[in-house]
């Protein structure tokens, strides 16, 4: 597959930087019922670890590459990212605003694993779930709340209100 039709279409919204959490901690936002039904904004893949990093890429491309490219032993995953139709609107037009609840969630298929924003009283709350709803936010360091939280505020206008993603 070429490299540039790979990255395009990444969104990252659910995804947290290459800072590595000191302490886990439990998910912050809920696991989201119904997340299956949700439309499907985007689409693509998180490469493997041995593939070389593209210069011309978003900065909050290439730290979420390095941050999750050690799943699947290093073979990296195809995601879907979905968004609760209640959210869909702030979510396109970027302008923040999410109501309270489950706002997005990023499926990582090959792993079946969620990583999910949510929003509470206007602020953005990170977990990591298994399709089945089990909490997985303690197993590896990139999936813990503080992860997510430190990225998405890190990346200005590609993070609003915690969403984040390199389409403007």
């Known amino acids: 597959m070429h490299i540039k039709k790979l990255y395009s279409g990444l969104v990252v919204m659910v995804l947290g930087c290459a800072v590595w959490s000191g302490a886990y901690a439990a998910s912050d936002a809920e696991f989201p019922k119904g997340w299956e039904s949700w439309p499907v904004v985007g689409s693509g893949a998180i490469p493997d670890n041995k593939s070389p990093i593209p210069d011309g890429l978003p900065e909050i491309v290439k730290e979420t590459v390095k941050t999750y490219n050690w799943i699947q032993d290093g073979k990296g995953s195809k995601y879907n990212v979905r968004v ?18 489950p706002t997005a969630v990023l499926e990582l298929t090959d792993i079946k694993a969620l990583l999910v924003t949510e929003h509470l009283l206007g602020e953005p709350q990170y977990g990591a779930y298994s399709f089945d709803g089990k909490d997985i936010s303690e197993a590896h360091p990139s999936l813990a709340p503080k992860t997510c939280t430190t990225c998405h505020s890190g990346y200005g206008e590609a993070c609003v209100t915690g969403v984040c993603s390199h389409n403007k």
Do not use: F, M, T
Request: aromatic residues 12%.
């Open 84 to 101: 609760n139709p209640a959210h869909k609107d702030a979510y396109i037009k970027r302008h923040g605003g999410y109501p309270d609840g």
